[in-house]
């Protein structure tokens, strides 16, 4: 199983970005996909989450309102559209995928993208 992020860089505050995570190996439409940030000294955090089947979504209060979570099914993708940067928003950002139907389902997750918001 792979999860491989990308879209990561350096972005001015105020301004987007948008992250990708291309899945292999697994049975896209069977797991919850979601994303979580690291910021240095940070521990890891939960930005977004967009389940399987019923493709209900969640945030963290932080991002509310200026991230956006989506998956293509087709493609095996998850994105996360993230408006009107802060700082704050600069970490590293990892894709992550659990397999709900079980008590104890799969759970993968990515290498990990940098993004850092600066002037």
């Known amino acids: 199983v792979q999860l491989v992020e990308s879209g990561g860089g350096l972005e001015q505050p105020g301004g987007s970005l948008r992250l990708s995570c291309v899945a292999s190996?697994?049975?896209?439409?069977?797991?919850?996909m979601s994303w979580y940030r690291q910021a240095p000294g940070k521990d890891r955090e939960l930005v977004a989450t967009?389940?399987?089947?019923?493709?209900?979504?969640d945030y963290a209060d932080s991002v509310k309102g200026l991230f956006t979570i989506w998956r293509d099914d087709v493609e095996s993708t998850v994105y996360l559209q993230m408006n009107s940067l802060k700082p704050q928003d600069t970490a590293v950002y990892y894709c992550?995928?659990?397999?709900?139907?079980?008590?104890?389902?799969?759970?993968?997750w990515g290498q990990g993208t940098q993004v850092t918001v600066s002037p």
């Open positions: 992550h995928a659990h397999d709900t139907r079980a008590i104890w389902g799969k759970i993968y």
């Open positions: 190996g697994l049975t896209f439409t069977d797991y919850q």
């Open positions: 967009i389940d399987d089947f019923s493709y209900r979504t």
